[in-house]
């Protein structure tokens, strides 16, 4: 059962550590108090393909090691009190 924890462990600490680099790694989606004011919303090439992007991927990436952060989480608490 140790095996597993320690398996378990490093994994997560490799989520962990990816996760914080692809978050800081992100763009800024925010447009600012003026973007709340008009209420810019573009609809352009760009606008339709952003998934596709590098931006779209990393938020993707994100989403999916923030799933594994969360299950990580729950499965090491389950590990650890047994």
Known sequence: ???????VIVIYVIVCIALIILATAQAKDSQGASGAITGSTTNNFYEKNKGRTRDGALKKATGILSVLFVAGTIGLSFLLLA
């Open 1 to 7: 059962m140790t095996v597993a924890k320690n398996i």
